[in-house]
């Protein structure tokens, strides 16, 4: 199973980014997927989620009204728009696949996990 992230890089405060998470029809066509997030020396962290047929959406309070995510189901990919970033934005982003078609904020609700792509964020 493959999970590949992109879209990551370096912005000034302010910008905008739109990270893509690329999957499988096999893979998460009936199963939430999420984007977490890790800075230096913290933990991951939920960032948003959405549930399989895209009815429910759910993000972390630091990044509402910032962020969106979305899928595209014909391509089994999903997106995370990021608008207004800030410096503490600045993480590795991960994307990963639930075990179920309910999206989650717990790291052990997902089953795949994508390597990371980095999104710094100058101020």
């Known amino acids: 199973v493959q999970l590949q992230a992109s879209g990551g890089g370096l912005v000034q405060a302010g910008g905008s980014l739109r990270l893509s998470c690329a999957t499988s029809r096999r893979t998460s066509s009936n199963n939430a997927v999420g984007w977490f997030r890790q800075a230096p020396g913290k933990e991951r962290e939920f960032v948003a989620s959405?549930?399989?047929?895209?009815?429910?959406?759910d993000y972390t309070d630091s990044v509402k009204e910032r962020f969106t995510i979305s899928r595209e189901r014909a391509s089994s990919t999903v997106y995370l728009q990021m608008n207004s970033l800030k410096p503490e934005d600045t993480a590795v982003y991960y994307c990963?696949?639930?075990?179920?078609?309910?999206?989650?904020?717990?790291?052990?609700?997902?089953?795949?996990w994508g390597r990371g792509t980095l999104v710094t964020v100058s101020s």
């Open positions: 990963a696949v639930a075990y179920s078609a309910q999206a989650s904020q717990r790291r052990d609700s997902y089953r795949y």
């Open positions: 959405i549930s399989w047929n895209g009815d429910r959406l």
